[in-house]
């Protein structure tokens, strides 16, 4: 019997992969609706049909559908969802404000292409990296912003 997640995950599958253009235009109204839109980022199979594509082997639209998600305004929430199958965390930064945490996934190819997509996962790496709290910091553009962290 399939869990949800694998469930939510079989119908993502067949709804943007079954056909190269349609899978790529239904992932456009999803995205161009925030209502849809937000209930993708918040379900872990319809985020990993889009993210957990194996690095090295894209499909026909597993580069287009990435794109679209990842430029999308509700990329940090997926990358956030996502990342919940890996490490138990409470938030943003619960996830990155430990720094062999943030080594770790930046030395994972599969997951720092979905984290290295969000601007905020990013910025609060970057920070914790550089040993600052990323608490103070919403995403690259502020630590790019910050003498401070430009300086460490």
Known sequence: MLGVNQSDFMSYMSALKTNYRKGIHRMEA???NPTHAAE????LGGVSVVLGVPVGLPDRNS???LELLLGSDVADDAVLTWMHQFYEFTDWDDLLSDSARCKEMANNPLIWRAAGGSKL???KSIATLAG??????ADIDAVAASQVAMTA
Do not use: P
């Open 40 to 43: 993708f980022a918040a379900n």
């Open 63 to 65: 580069d287009k559908l």
């Open 132 to 137: 600052l709290s990323c608490a103070d910091y």
């Open 30 to 32: 999803i995205l161009a």
């Open 121 to 123: 996962a990013v910025g």
